[in-house]
Nanobody, 120 residues
Framework: QVQLVESGGGLVQPGGSLRLSCTAS????????MGWYRQAPGKQRELVAR???????NYLDSVKGRFTISRTNAKNTVALQMNSLKPEDTAVYYC??????????????WGQGTQVTVSS
């Protein structure tokens, strides 16, 4: 069984920084893309950043230059460094990973979500 466990959310003032981390565990054979999504109250879930197994990245336009996604393949982890945070970044952030496991074909897995609140 595959699990994604996130950490690192919290409350931060505007202009501050947070680092989110996510670790995939279980009977994993291979991980393709990993990414972070977010969902604010009353809004649809949106892709924030994504990174392929080879390291190619793409970002939501509004976070370009402020957020950086990275991954450590050997540890099945993905991180999101968030700088210059704004109140509009407030949302629940979800880790996502495209994984092949011994017990399941290629499938999109999700973490439980971690709250990020940007407020003074």
């Amino acid at each position: 069984q595959v699990q994604l466990v996130e950490s690192g959310g919290g409350l931060v003032q505007p202009g501050g920084s947070l680092r989110l981390s996510c670790t995939a565990s279980g009977n994993i054979i291979s991980i393709y893309a990993m990414g972070w999504y977010r969902q604010a109250p009353g809004k649809q879930r949106e892709l924030v950043a994504r990174i392929t197994s080879s390291g190619s990245t793409n970002y939501l336009d509004s976070v370009k230059g402020r957020f950086t996604i990275s991954r450590t393949n050997a540890k099945n982890t993905v991180a999101l460094q968030m700088n210059s945070l704004k109140p509009e970044d407030t949302a629940v952030y979800y880790c996502n990973a495209d994984i092949i496991a011994t017990t399941r074909p290629r499938y999109d897995y999700w973490g439980q979500g971690t709250q990020v609140t940007v407020s003074s």
